[in-house]
């Protein structure tokens, strides 16, 4: 059946459009499960020059057709560096190319600089398994004639890491810290799924934050103006600088994205005497809340805490949501966000590399799960009935 489907690149989402790109993203409509595969996103990340010429990731989206349909596509980049991609792969870099090898250009299936887990292989309804099976069998085969190293999916979903590995990927495990919802009627119904001890720390933490003498506005929609993204540029520039060393997103991110997915926001303030020193970034998706990038021009204790964490699990219970918190940070175990494991998938060309590479990912997967096993146990909620009297 896949012999009939046509497989193509393009090096512009323009080429595609937003009808047909979305038809495969969200193809229930109303608010998307995963807003960062949106027409809308991916696009901004291509016009305000965060992705394209001179960044690393070259756009290369595919599209699978049939009957002269676009029923699949995916959000695929050439990559010339590793950066902004939060499953990394530098040591395999580094041991290809002294053994001899060229390690970049590689491809890359995925959102760029978007560490929260949603589908990578796009499919319209009722297309599901021919797509997936059209788009990696078509990737793969892309980077075989490119004559590239690899080709990489990272934070796709399970049931793609499970498709992926019959189709001759290798997976790897990761994990990350996500809030889970139990039906909270309020933050103080979280805290008392808590043990004493943590739940006395948080409510230190919050009263301590919100006391830098001013207000914490959270906004959506059109409460969010221009004028806030030249405060929040500030914010992530700073961040930006001290963990990267250069930001991954342009200043004309935030403009286009305030036209285009304002309503997929929600910006967190600290404002003071009228103007924001701190804030953190959030995207709403269908069942989950996304959270992405903090920063502040003011140092005050535990106000990271409240903005990124604390005001998150407000607006979710609020909102019948879950928290995707992003990438590393197991400070989030004491704030109620648990292990939970994140999935990606690989093709590696050189024959004896990919042994070498199997090899240390089923090790490196039998690690991951005894870490999240750890962690768990060492998390914030009650684990006795004595506890749960308390």
């Not at 193509?8 to 009808?19: F, M, R």
């Not at 002294?98 to 970049?104: L, V």
């Not at 990578?120 to 793969?140: K, N, W, Y």
């Not at 935030?254 to 926001?265: G, I, N, V």
């Amino acid at each position: 059946m896949t012999d009939a489907i046509e497989i193509s690149l393009h090096s512009s989402i323009a080429d595609i459009g937003g009808t047909d790109w979305d038809a495969c993203a969200n193809p229930d409509g109303g608010r998307a499960v995963d807003p960062f595969t949106t027409y809308r996103f991916l696009s901004t990340l291509e016009n305000s020059g965060s992705v394209g010429p001179r960044t690393g990731w070259e756009p290369r989206y595919l599209t699978a057709k049939s009957n002269g349909q676009v029923i699949a596509v995916a959000p695929m980049y050439g990559k010339s560096h590793s950066q902004g991609e939060y499953v990394f792969d530098h040591s395999w870099a580094h041991a290809y190319e002294r053994a001899g090898g060229q390690y970049y250009p590689k491809l890359q299936i995925a959102v760029p600089f978007t560490p929260a887990t949603g589908r990578r292989f796009l499919t319209r309804a009722g297309f599901e398994t021919t797509g997936i099976t059209a788009l990696t069998q078509s990737a793969v085969q892309f980077a075989t004639e490119l004559g590239v190293s690899s080709l990489h999916v990272t934070f796709c979903t399970e049931a793609e890491a499970i498709v992926g590995r019959e189709l001759g990927l290798l997976h790897r495990t990761s994990q990350q810290f996500h809030w889970e919802n139990q039906g909270y009627a309020s933050f103080e119904d979280f805290l008392n799924a808590l043990s004493s001890r943590k739940r006395k720390a948080i409510r230190k933490e919050r009263k301590q934050a919100q006391s830098f003498g001013g207000d914490i506005l959270q906004l959506t929609g059109d409460a969010i103006t221009p004028e806030h993204w030249d405060y929040f540029w500030q914010f992530y520039q700073d961040t930006g600088a001290r963990k990267w060393g250069t930001p991954y997103l342009t200043r004309a991110f935030f403009d286009l994205a305030h036209d285009t997915m304002r309503d997929d926001m929600l910006l967190t303030l600290a404002v003071r005497d009228g103007t924001p020193i701190a804030g953190a970034l959030n995207f709403i998706g269908r069942d989950t809340l996304f959270g992405r990038y903090w920063g502040c021009t003011e140092h005050h204790p535990c106000l990271h805490f409240e903005l990124c964490y604390y005001q998150a699990i407000d607006f979710a219970i609020e909102n019948g949501l879950r928290i995707e918190a992003g990438a590393q940070g197991e400070h989030k175990l004491a704030r109620g966000y648990l292990p939970a494991q994140t999935h990606s998938l690989h093709w590696i060309g050189n024959p004896s590399f990919r042994t070498a590479v199997q090899d240390f990912l089923e090790q490196e997967r039998q690690m991951v799960d005894e870490e999240i096993d750890i962690l768990t146990a060492y998390g914030p909620f009650k684990h006795t009935q004595l506890e749960e009297q308390d």
